[in-house]
C-alpha cells in the first residue's frame, strides 16, 4: 500500500464529489478500493480490466502525477481533439446551408442528398476528400435524416441507389429534413 501512501482517502472522497465522467470515478474508486487493502488483483476482476490497467490506474496518484494538479485532475484523461476536420468552420456552415436545400439549389440533378452526391458535390466544391460513411456524420451534423425509397421492395442499400416502381418511375432514397 505504499504506492498511495501520499494521498489520503478523505482526498480521493473529495475528488470523487467534483469529477465527471464514469472512468474518473472509476479510478478513485478504485484506488479507495487500494488504500482499504484491496489487492490489484481483486481490482482488476472487480472492474473488468487487466490488472496492468489498474497498475496504471493508481499511478495516476503518484507524487510526480500530481506535480501542479488535483486528484481529481489526475484522475481525468486528457484532451484527445483527434485529426483535425477537413473544412474550415465557415466552409461548414456554408455546406450545411447547402444541404438545408435541395440538391437542384447548387445546379445538382438529384431529388435529395445521398452520400454519394455529397462526396462528390465536396470534392468539386471544397476539393477535399470524405469517405461515404463520414459523408453520411456530415448529413447527420446538418440535422438531415435518411429517408429510404418508396418501394420498399426495391432491395435499396442505404438510398444510394436508384429503383424503379412498376410503372417506370424513379425511386431515389435520400436526405432530407425532417
Excluded at 484506488?31 to 490506474?57: E, F, M, N, P
Excluded at 476536420?85 to 440538391?103: A, F, I, N, Q, T
Excluded at 445546379?107 to 453520411?136: E, H, M
Excluded at 451534423?141 to 435518411?146: D, F, V
Aim: glycine share 8%; hydrophobic share 35%.
Amino acid at each position: 500500500m505504499a504506492r498511495l501512501e501520499h494521498v489520503t482517502v478523505e482526498q480521493l472522497h473529495d475528488a470523487l464529489d467534483v469529477v465527471d465522467g464514469k472512468r474518473p470515478a472509476q479510478r478513485i474508486l478504485a484506488a479507495i478500493a487500494y488504500k482499504d487493502g484491496v489487492t490489484q488483483a481483486t481490482l482488476a476482476d472487480r472492474h473488468g480490466v487487466s490488472q496492468k490497467t489498474i497498475y496504471s490506474w493508481l499511478q495516476r496518484f503518484t507524487p510526480a502525477s500530481l506535480d501542479g494538479t488535483t486528484v481529481a485532475q489526475a484522475a481525468t484523461d486528457a484532451d484527445r481533439p483527434g485529426r483535425p476536420r477537413r473544412l474550415g468552420e465557415e466552409e461548414r456552415e456554408r455546406l450545411e446551408r447547402h444541404l438545408h436545400d435541395p440538391p437542384t439549389e447548387v445546379g445538382l440533378d438529384a431529388p435529395a442528398w445521398t452520400p454519394a452526391l455529397l462526396q462528390a458535390f465536396l470534392r468539386d466544391t471544397f476539393d477535399v476528400a470524405y469517405s461515404r460513411p463520414s459523408c453520411r456524420r456530415l448529413l447527420r451534423e446538418a440535422g438531415l435524416t435518411y429517408c429510404p425509397p418508396r418501394d420498399a421492395n426495391s432491395g435499396a442499400e442505404r438510398g444510394e441507389t436508384e429503383t424503379s416502381d412498376d410503372e417506370g418511375r424513379q425511386r431515389v432514397g435520400g436526405w432530407t429534413l425532417p
